[in-house]
């Protein structure tokens, strides 16, 4: 699996856009890049998923680079319950593929 | 609530006991995915079930151990437990293997 590198910490303000950066340069043509969060210790929660197409859905919207050497997740209107860990994956979508999580970033959301 | 449940929620006890741990998939998901969360180590994958079969293994101690039963709950067995193995256990479900994977609340294990 691909490594990636994301940002150690962000800040947002309440009501704002997140947007969460993700640098995958050494992405292959058949990994996926997937999104998780985990909220304080809670299990890592599924957000949202793309191969080269940029995607949405309710919780947020996935943006990859034509060269998809990147990504950025959005979530459009932060609230202080979307403070968590974000982790950037890409994987394969094989048969027993497992998740490989790095250190993610820490999205704190302010009032 | 992702619809995976794991029980229990906390366990407390000591060097070199023995713990099970157990999953329950959402309805109609045929994986299971262990993963261990330790405070140095992060999010780590540790086995891999779909529909009664291991399937994939990842960094497991042989003193860990895991199941997946015909109603498809799971459990993880850890044995010989050490300070070390005080951890957040997770576990995960998805409709078939390569799908999107829904985590439960985990474990919180405490080794005394």
């Known amino acids: 699996d691909a490594k990636t590198t994301q940002p150690t910490s962000m800040d947002c303000a309440e009501g704002r856009a997140a947007n969460l950066p993700c640098n995958h340069s050494?992405?292959?043509?058949?990994?996926?890049v997937y999104w998780y969060r985990q909220i304080h210790s809670q299990g890592p929660q599924y957000i949202i998923h793309g191969l080269k197409n940029n995607e949405t859905n309710e919780m947020a919207s996935l943006i990859i680079t034509e060269d998809r050497k990147s990504s950025t997740l959005i979530l459009p209107h932060a609230t202080l319950r979307d403070t968590a860990v974000y982790y950037c994956i890409v994987r394969v979508m094989e048969y027993g593929n497992k998740l490989v999580f790095g250190a993610g970033t820490i999205l704190r959301v302010k009032s | 609530d992702s619809g995976v449940t794991q029980t229990p929620k906390h366990l407390i006890t000591a060097t070199g006991q023995r713990v099970t741990l157990r999953c329950s998939p959402r309805?109609?998901?045929?994986?299971v995915y262990w993963y261990q969360q330790s405070l140095d180590q992060g999010l780590q994958f540790l086995i891999h079930?779909?529909?009664?079969?291991?399937?994939a293994k990842g960094n497991i101690l042989e003193r860990f151990s895991a199941q997946q039963f015909p109603d498809l709950h799971s459990e993880l067995n850890l044995s010989s437990l050490e300070l070390g193995d005080s951890a957040l256990y997770f576990c995960a479900s998805s409709v078939g293997s390569a799908n999107e994977q829904f985590f439960g609340p985990g474990t919180r294990l405490t080794v005394l």
């Open positions: 309805s109609g998901d045929l994986s």
């Open positions: 079930y779909y529909n009664g079969e291991e399937r």
């Open positions: 050494t992405i292959s043509g058949n990994e996926y």
